[in-house]
């Protein structure tokens, strides 16, 4: 089984719906991440959380919102897509020296 | 302020050929460094990490890569590249204390001619 994984891996929905992204991990790592990845703008970070009691806003956060339920989950929220969200979203866990072991993405597409 | 540039958006190469790939970075303390590799409709996978040591790091897929502190970089090198090896290519910093988050370069895409 894979270490990091997210669901769904496909979403496609309208302006305006309200949207949940899961992310969950077995690799025992306090620490967890969401980013986005846009052509040609690399991977921006958009939440972290440091421990189950921590959470950070990343660089790109307007328009999301995160919640960590355990130390295995972490979800991500979009309250109000809009179509500039469109875009791949992965979830990350790393050690305490930030290597970082990545989720296979989840392709968003708001219509 | 944190950042890294890898100045080169997209190389061709000839399978067999020699490969190496920018990255310079931009870091108030002693960086983590690492490469990563995004295959098509994939997530990223760890080539390699320099943590501290030998400047000279080996890491999967037999990709290398050099630590040059005097020139802020870290480039990735293979010295015969596979049809396999065509992917995106990300470099990253971090903190050696762990406090801070992975900044990420823009990414270069490497594509293989046979």
């Known amino acids: 089984d894979a270490d990091v994984t997210q669901t769904p891996r496909n979403r496609i929905t309208k302006t305006g719906k309200r949207i949940m992204l899961e992310c969950s991990q077995t690799k025992g790592h306090d620490r967890m991440y969401w980013y986005r990845q846009d052509p040609g703008l690399g991977l921006r970070l958009i939440y972290y959380?440091?421990?189950?009691?921590?959470?950070n806003k990343g660089e790109i956060s307007d328009g999301y919102s995160v919640s960590r339920q355990a130390q295995a989950k972490f979800s991500l929220s979009l309250e109000s897509a809009i179509p500039n969200q469109t875009a791949l979203y992965f979830c990350a866990t790393s050690t305490f020296r930030n290597e970082q072991f990545f989720g296979p993405g989840t392709r968003l597409t708001v219509l | 302020a944190q950042s890294v540039t890898q100045p080169d958006i997209h190389i061709t190469v000839s399978e067999g050929a020699s490969l190496e790939l920018r990255c310079n970075y931009s870091y108030g303390a002693t960086p983590y460094l690492f490469w990563y590799v995004q295959s098509p409709g994939q997530g990223l996978q760890l080539l390699l990490k320099?943590?501290?040591?030998?400047?000279l790091v080996q890491g999967i897929k037999g990709f290398e890569a050099e630590f040059k502190r005097s020139q802020s970089s870290f480039n990735l090198r293979k010295p015969s590249v596979h049809w396999s090896d065509a992917a995106e290519y990300f470099c990253a910093v971090g903190s050696s204390t762990g406090a801070n988050n992975l900044f990420f370069g823009t990414g270069t895409r490497l594509t293989v001619i046979p």
């Open positions: 959380s440091f421990d189950v009691k921590d959470i």
């Open positions: 320099y943590f501290s040591g030998d400047t």
